[in-house]
């Protein structure tokens, strides 16, 4: 975290703002899981009058960078089924936010994500889901009704399981060209929620998807969890 020389004005008012501010309220609808979570514009909602009152102020910068050399490729259509053909490239998304006082201090913390395609609507999403993720952290609030009790309460933790069995030593796995960096753009996605994962599993070549299912469908069922995971913090 970068700061200014001195931030003593900035967290004296940033106290007292926080102390006036309400959860985030759970106004936007995310329909593949049925559920209801806070969307940046309750975020900014929340914190824009405490803000305003101690003289606070917020400033995030999109930024983007591509990494590696365009590929093509082709995805079957899942309602058509046709076959289609695109040019992506790993792309990763940058957001930095710094938090302003009328004193003039100010701190900024930037967060990134990885793409495995760069195209506008991912970009957009990624840019939409760091902002709020940012600016929730740098305010210190939580979304109304936050799911803190399904990790406290004792009833809802998951049981104790026995450690597994050693594994057996098995020949090493041959991946195709490419798979080890398009698994870990895959990893990146799935922080950024379900919606994403799934765009992004639908646009991966078919050749990358059928080796990960075929050789480790666990960790397709990990990566799927994780962004389930995203969508419950965030909500």
Same mark, same amino acid.
């Given at each position: 975290?970068?700061?200014?020389?001195?931030?003593?004005?900035?967290?004296?008012?940033?106290?007292?703002?926080?102390?006036?501010? %309400?959860?985030?309220?759970?106004?936007?609808?995310?329909?593949?899981?049925?559920?209801?979570?806070?969307?940046?514009?309750?975020?900014?909602?929340?914190?824009?009058?405490?803000?305003?009152?101690?003289?606070?102020?917020? &400033?995030?910068? !999109?930024?983007?960078?591509?990494?590696?050399?365009?590929?093509?490729?082709? $995805?079957?259509?899942?309602?058509?089924?046709? &076959?289609?053909?695109?040019?992506?490239?790993?792309?990763?998304?940058?957001?930095?936010?710094?938090?302003?006082?009328?004193?003039?201090? $100010?701190?900024?913390?930037?967060?990134?994500?990885?793409? !495995?395609?760069?195209?506008?609507?991912?970009?957009?999403?990624?840019?939409?889901?760091?902002?709020?993720?940012?600016?929730?952290?740098?305010?210190?609030?939580?979304?109304?009704?936050? %799911?803190?009790?399904?990790?406290?309460?004792?009833?809802?933790?998951?049981?104790? @399981?026995?450690?597994?069995?050693?594994?057996?030593?098995?020949?090493?796995?041959?991946?195709?060209?490419?798979?080890?960096? $398009? @698994?870990?753009?895959?990893?990146?996605?799935?922080?950024?929620?379900?919606?994403? @994962?799934?765009?992004? $599993?639908?646009?991966?070549?078919?050749?990358?998807?059928?080796?990960?299912?075929?050789?480790?469908?666990?960790?397709?069922?990990?990566?799927?969890?994780?962004?389930?995971?995203?969508?419950?913090?965030?909500?």
């Amino acid at each position: 975290m970068n700061t200014s020389d001195s931030i003593n004005e900035l967290a004296a008012a940033l106290s007292k703002a926080q102390g006036a501010m %309400d959860g985030a309220k759970k106004t936007a609808s995310n329909p593949f899981f049925k559920s209801k979570y806070a969307d940046l514009a309750s975020v900014k909602d929340a914190i824009r009058e405490p803000f305003a009152t101690y003289g606070l102020s917020v &400033v995030q910068v !999109p930024q983007t960078r591509f990494e590696g050399a365009p590929e093509a490729y082709e $995805w079957t259509a899942r309602g058509s089924g046709e &076959v289609r053909h695109g040019v992506r490239v790993f792309t990763v998304v940058t957001v930095l936010t710094r938090l302003l006082h009328t004193s003039g201090q $100010w701190i900024e913390e930037s967060v990134s994500a990885m793409l !495995p395609n760069g195209d506008p609507q991912s970009v957009g999403s990624a840019i939409s889901y760091l902002r709020r993720y940012a600016l929730q952290s740098v305010a210190g609030i939580a979304s109304e009704d936050d %799911d803190a009790e399904s990790v406290t309460s004792p009833s809802r933790r998951p049981p104790i @399981l026995p450690p597994p069995a050693p594994a057996k030593a098995t020949a090493p796995v041959q991946h195709p060209s490419g798979y080890l960096a $398009w @698994l870990d753009g895959l990893r990146q996605t799935a922080m950024l929620g379900s919606a994403s @994962l799934e765009r992004a $599993w639908y646009d991966s070549p078919n050749a990358f998807r059928l080796h990960l299912t075929t050789t480790n469908l666990a960790l397709r069922d990990e990566l799927k969890a994780i962004a389930a995971r995203q969508v419950a913090v965030a909500s």
